[in-house]
């Protein structure tokens, strides 16, 4: 008898985390998707990630990953995620260390994490880097250059301040809006120029 495998129907993001500050941004990220029934996330931490959460947040490792649909090992290069024919809207890589920018700008997919970015360029899906550095060094810029000129969208976590925020949540949720905008999907309190938040 064969046996059919069972097919998503969800729309899927690959979403890395590397070992850069700002955990909380990729976390509240995944939580936020959690809720949505419409999407499947793919998750992916480095072990600088892994350190980062330790040190930055109140979470385990164990809550992280419990937060995604499915979660990869980075030493895992044979995973779904790293081939073109697995079918995803994209990627976010959020927080993005420049070591892993500098990664993926020079092809260099040593892990499942720079392989599934190296995908998503190749298949022409979108590519959300969230680099997380100051000041940027000409080393830092270039590279980022390079992945925008590759067609990345370069979304460094900014602190915006014409949608008035009250705590660091309020920044958080916008920068995570404007991120998951480029995937059309909408995040709640999210306050565009020139709209009202019901």
Not at 44 to 64: K, M, P, R
Not at 65 to 76: E, F, P
Request: aromatic share 4%; charged share 25%.
């Amino acid at each position: 008898m064969e046996t059919k495998l069972k097919v998503s129907t969800k729309k899927r993001l690959v979403i890395g985390m590397s070992g850069a500050s700002g955990a909380i941004l990729g976390i509240d990220m995944l939580k936020i998707l959690s809720d949505n029934p419409e999407w499947e996330t793919h998750l992916v931490i480095s072990h600088g990630a892994e350190l980062t959460i330790s040190q930055e947040t109140g979470y385990t490792i164990d809550e992280v990953r419990n937060l995604a649909d499915k979660v990869h090992d980075i030493k895992n290069i044979g995973a779904s995620i790293a081939s073109g024919s697995f079918k995803t809207e994209g990627m976010v890589i959020v927080p993005c260390s420049m070591k892993t920018v500098a990664g993926i700008a020079c092809g260099y997919s040593d892990n499942l994490l720079l392989r599934a970015a190296d995908v998503t360029i190749k298949e022409k899906k979108t590519l959300v880097v969230v680099p997380r550095e100051s000041p940027l060094s000409s080393i830092h810029l270039k590279n980022m250059l390079s992945l925008s000129e590759t067609g990345a969208i370069i979304i460094p976590p900014m602190v915006t301040y014409y949608n008035k925020p009250l705590s660091l949540e309020d920044m958080n949720r916008h920068i995570i809006g404007k991120i998951l905008d480029k995937f059309d999907i909408e995040v709640s309190g999210f306050k565009r120029w020139g709209e009202t938040v019901s």
